[in-house]
């Protein structure tokens, strides 16, 4: 039998944390099958040091491990687990780059607007970290995420707290009327391949490529749109202007990491709006201190401290705080509003969390209130538009009863909107934008204006046929309706529609509900039915993929990181990913300050039995099937027995689910009669588990409640890390005799 290879992904903050107490288990219990675990690094840190070899030592330096898993993903031998990874924000980039140069890796700062061409090649360099850096290159398939019917039995019994929706609730979505992407928007199918570029022509008779010739096939969808920046900056002023009107909080949902290029600019102009006094009457001292408000308020507090005016613009900040409407909360014990950092306020996350509390965000004294939700670009604000006005008229779905809502997902090939990083820009001057063939043709225009972003998108053919055949197969398998979610007045969905009726006609549909819905009514459908206790599958393209695989889970399941995502390869590998990361970052900071990690990884249990069944049925490797089916009795009694996190010190923490894991996972593999040799190997592992589980669980519960040292938040010290994570000799000793 050859040896068969896993690519377990280390990545950052709590799933990092993880990783280091689970991967040795898995290390251990996998070497059985004769399976390698490789481990390559694509946290943030790994994908600077990659980035700039030239800047360290020969010790310090690593491979660019994203490039080589982004090859091995087009390879009919890949299997990748994908644990979350941070999308970076500028301000954690630059966070990250402090880090790493604190700790002696020599990698220049990062030159936010570049002066010169040194600057603009490290700017370059740095753009392909910040970001949805990870997602495209890996993504190689179309996504199948659900959650598996053990973790749904085990919500409906073990329901998570919801929060009262009330009908008069004055929580609400403001969204623009014109001016947006959405508005903007035109799209058309190429009859032929060639090459394309996107080129700026001024008004004043300058000429600028913006994006080079690029490559397109036959069958791609391309479009052009433009969020215009004054259009954008009155709608931002009539909506605090209705937040204070109506005496609720004000807050701001974007998605900065993922479009690292357009979402940051347009938070800066929600910033600089609320704040306009603020700017206007401090211009000049903030262009001198290089003070940009796309990186909120956290930057603009950093670059004034110690400065003769910082307690006069602190000041006047918190007289227009004082003036508008209250700013929702990220933390309000630590005064940090949803205006401080990009990041802190990714939508789907954000926008889940208001849905399950009843539509409350938090304000400045630690109390719950009614909010006015920022969601500029009416492309995907009618989605959660149409759930407050469902939960509003409905009241708060029940865990215990509601259907599920799997998503298939087209994703593959840098699918839609998250793959026009490259092709998003700021424009300089008023004027024309042309997408062009290489004969001069012009594919799409755009008129725009002093600091409008331009953006294009392109999805090729193969993704979108690959998607309609995956959304047949799992409408036909689980017997349960499908609705594409696509909305015929954007005009990017109404070319995917032409598609999608042409390729559903290849397949024989007799006996399925496969529908095609506007997005408000694919919304309000789904709603229904899922009151009903029916399940509905949601078809969606890629952004609207993310909202809806953290939408319902957090509804449902209390959480998106109990998913089971698949991604079915095209060229025939498998992509396991193991739900969401927002929590991520709060439970590192718990784990640093009082030694509890809090992170549930369920998901990366149910992604590593996905694998090794991949691996089995690919590669005919019956140990991996022994392997697999244990591990999924094991799940299933992981979650009977309720052995996720605890909420707080002195109960269960992350290190222990993995020991219950583990313990389990043994059990059924000496349990099972399948293979014989592998039943007797792990006979006595069981055993000694079983005797020694208050030991372990002493040890484990006696490392919790002091401060962890593990030598870096962006890239911790490994030596120091495992040791905070493996704090049970006992254990150890078990699992290295394996």
Request: charged residues 25%; hydrophobic residues 40%; proline residues 4%.
């Amino acid at each position: 039998m050859s040896q068969a290879k896993i690519y377990y992904t280390l990545t950052d903050e709590a799933p990092m944390l993880a990783t280091h107490s689970f991967l040795p288990m898995v290390k251990a219990f996998t070497k059985t099958a004769e399976i390698e675990i490789a481990v390559p690094d694509i946290s943030l840190a790994g994908r600077i040091l990659a980035n700039f070899p030239d800047a360290l030592t020969e010790a310090q330096r690593i491979p660019d491990y994203l490039a080589e898993l982004g090859q091995l993903a087009t390879q009919p031998e890949a299997n990748i687990i994908k644990l979350p990874n941070i999308s970076a924000s500028v301000p954690q980039l630059e966070e990250a780059i402090a880090e790493l140069q604190k700790q002696g890796f020599a990698v220049p700062n990062y030159p936010a607007e570049p002066k010169n061409d040194e600057e603009k090649a490290i700017n370059q360099k740095y753009s392909k970290v910040l970001g949805s850096a990870v997602n495209p290159v890996l993504r190689e398939g179309n996504s199948d995420r659900r959650a598996p019917k053990s973790v749904k039995d085990y919500a409906k019994a073990n329901p998570h707290r919801m929060g009262v929706w009330n009908a008069d609730s004055k929580t609400s979505v403001a969204h623009m009327q014109n001016g947006d992407f959405y508005g903007t928007e035109n799209s058309t199918t190429l009859e032929n391949e060639g090459k394309f570029r996107s080129v700026f022509y001024g008004n004043d008779g300058s000429e600028k490529v913006l994006k080079d010739y690029a490559p397109l096939k036959a069958g791609e969808v391309i479009d052009s749109s433009v969020m215009n920046m004054s259009a954008l900056k009155y709608f931002v002023q009539t909506a605090i202007d209705e937040a204070k009107e109506k005496n609720v909080l004000l807050s701001a949902h974007l998605k900065a990491t993922m479009m690292k290029v357009s979402d940051p600019i347009i938070f800066g102009a929600i910033v600089e709006t609320y704040f306009k006094d603020v700017f206007a009457k401090y211009k000049d001292a903030f262009a001198e201190l290089d003070i940009n408000p796309n990186f909120g308020l956290a930057t603009l507090y950093e670059k004034i401290a110690g400065t003769p005016m910082e307690a006069e613009i602190k000041a006047d900040i918190e007289k227009a705080i004082e003036n508008g409407p209250r700013i929702a909360m990220v933390n309000s014990d630590q005064g940090i509003t949803n205006f401080h950092v990009s990041s802190d306020v990714i939508v789907d996350a954000s926008m889940a969390a208001l849905v399950r509390g009843g539509g409350k965000m938090w304000n400045k004294d630690g109390k719950e209130e009614d909010t006015v939700c920022l969601i500029p670009d009416r492309t995907y604000a009618g989605f959660y538009e149409a759930i407050i006005d469902d939960m509003k008229k409905n009241g708060a779905i029940d865990p215990r009863t509601f259907g599920s809502v799997p998503n298939v997902g087209l994703m593959a090939q840098k699918a839609e909107e998250y793959g026009s990083h490259d092709k998003t820009f700021q424009i300089a001057s008023d004027g024309t934008v042309k997408v062009e063939d290489e004969n001069g043709t012009t594919l799409l225009e755009q008129k725009v204006q002093k600091d409008d972003i331009f953006r294009m998108c392109q999805t090729k053919d193969a993704p979108i046929q690959d998607w309609v055949k995956l959304a047949v197969n799992r409408a036909r398998l689980s017997n349960t309706p499908a609705i594409f979610w696509l909305d015929k007045g954007r005009a990017h969905d109404a070319q995917i529609i032409k598609k999608v009726e042409k390729y559903l006609q290849n397949y024989d549909l007799t006996g399925l509900d496969i529908r095609i819905m506007d997005v408000k009514d694919a919304m309000l459908e789904t709603l229904k039915r899922g009151r009903e206790g029916k399940d509905t599958i949601s078809v969606s393209g890629n952004v609207l993929r993310d909202y809806l695989t953290d939408m319902f889970p957090i509804l449902e399941l209390g959480t998106s990181a109990k998913m089971l995502s698949i991604v079915p390869l095209m060229n025939g590998g498998g992509l396991f990913e193991t739900g969401a990361g927002g929590s991520a970052p709060k439970h590192i900071e718990q784990f640093i300050e009082e030694g509890y990690l809090r992170w549930d990884s369920l998901g990366e249990f149910l992604a590593l039995q996905a694998s090794l069944e991949h691996l089995a049925q690919t590669q005919n490797n019956a140990k991996a099937k022994v392997l697999s089916d244990a591990l999924d009795t094991a799940n299933a009694k992981f979650l009977a027995t309720d052995k996720s996190p605890a909420r707080k010190v002195g109960g269960i923490d992350n290190r222990g689910s993995h020991f219950y894991l583990a313990m389990y996972w043994a059990e059924a593999l000496a349990n099972q009669t399948a293979d014989s040799q592998i039943a007797e190997q792990f006979k006595p592992v069981a055993a000694a588990m079983s005797e020694n589980e208050q030991k372990i669980n002493d040890e484990l519960i006696g490392a919790q409640g002091k401060q962890q040292d593990i030598g870096g938040y962006y890239k911790p010290n490994f030596e120091k890390t495992d040791a905070a994570m493996r704090p049970s000799p006992t254990l150890n000793t078990i699992i290295n005799q394996i």
